[in-house]
């Protein structure tokens, strides 16, 4: 595997950062994870134009431009000889002192990694996700930005864990006022009487590209919206749910805390969207070779 790091594709043997990488002492950079497939890196530009923002919003200096990043993250996908996978582009603060001090780093560090990832098994697609509500609460706006896709993703880890030790592959997390902002990888969706729901980006969700796919499609497809404040009510009465990501993609939810959401199997609506995402992820996008 062709790590791009720093200007260089490396080995992956040789794709190395320092133990004095601010990145590691204190999660101090952001990431974004993206697809391809079918040759082509998908929303490209909404994934690069989101990395910058969340780099602007923590100070940390980019040393590339967007155009080059895209252009870095394209020759990274093509160097590994795939079709269809998974990048994970991160970047660091940089090497600095034993300290805070982000601006003790004088350069950032950034790297590619193009693989493949499997988030849920083939068979939760068909059959849908049992989800639970976790006890760890989305970071406050004033705490841990929540739209910043920085490296600090503790607080997901230890929701993920609650998910995984009540037997769930995914956990809803509720912000500090007790609605729905999203699970810990992936944004939220419910259907009632025909019209989707979906927390505001304000109640703590991450401004996901796969959830702004979704909201393009669903125009297409003449289904009215609403983004707005939800709680668990808005869940337990929803005809459908279903959550998205880039690595989940479009996944069917089932129930929630143990009880049956709408009849228990995937929508009808649910399964348009995901035909309707599979077609436009397979057919649009940036060509890398
Ligand atoms: N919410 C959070 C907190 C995320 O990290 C999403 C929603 C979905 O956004 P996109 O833009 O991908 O539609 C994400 C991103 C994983 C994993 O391994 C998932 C994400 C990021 C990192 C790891 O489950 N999803």
């Known amino acids: 595997m062709k790590i791009w790091l720093d200007g260089k594709l490396v080995d992956e043997a040789e794709?190395?950062?320092?133990?004095f990488d601010h990145g590691l002492l204190y999660g101090d950079g952001v990431f974004e994870g993206i697809r391809f497939y079918n040759g082509r890196v998908f929303r490209l530009e909404e994934h690069i134009t989101r990395l910058f923002e969340s780099a602007r919003a923590i100070l940390l200096d980019i040393p590339w431009t967007h155009e080059e990043v895209c252009r870095f993250t394209c020759e990274t996908v093509a160097a590994n000889g795939l079709d269809d996978g998974y990048i994970r582009l991160v970047v660091t603060r940089g090497m600095g002192e034993l300290g805070l001090n982000p601006f003790l780093c004088p350069k950032a560090s950034m790297f590619i990694i193009a693989s493949t990832i499997k988030l849920y098994p083939e068979e939760f697609y068909?059959?849908?996700l049992a989800v639970i509500t976790c006890a760890t609460r989305r970071p406050a706006p004033g705490a841990l930005m929540p739209q910043v896709k920085s490296l600090n993703y503790l607080n997901n880890v230890m929701a993920k864990v609650e998910a995984i030790q009540a037997n769930a592959l995914e956990a809803i997390m509720l912000n500090e006022q007790g609605y729905v902002a999203e699970c810990t990888g992936d944004n939220l969706f419910v259907i009632k009487n025909g019209t989707l729901h979906t927390p505001l980006i304000s109640d703590g969700a991450l401004n996901g590209i796969t959830r702004a796919v979704i909201l393009e499609l669903a125009a297409q497809l003449g289904v009215p919206v609403a983004e707005r404040s939800l709680t668990r009510y808005d869940i337990f009465i929803a005809d459908e749910c279903f959550l998205t990501g880039t690595a989940a993609e479009v996944i069917p939810v089932v129930s929630l805390d143990r009880r049956?959401?709408?009849s228990?199997?995937?929508?009808p609506l649910t399964r348009r969207f995901i035909e309707a995402f599979k077609t436009l992820a397979n057919t649009t996008g940036t060509p890398f070779r």
């Open 264 to 267: 228990g199997q995937p929508g």
């Open 15 to 19: 794709a190395k950062i320092s133990v």
């Open 126 to 128: 068909t059959n849908g």
């Open 260 to 262: 049956k959401i709408g």
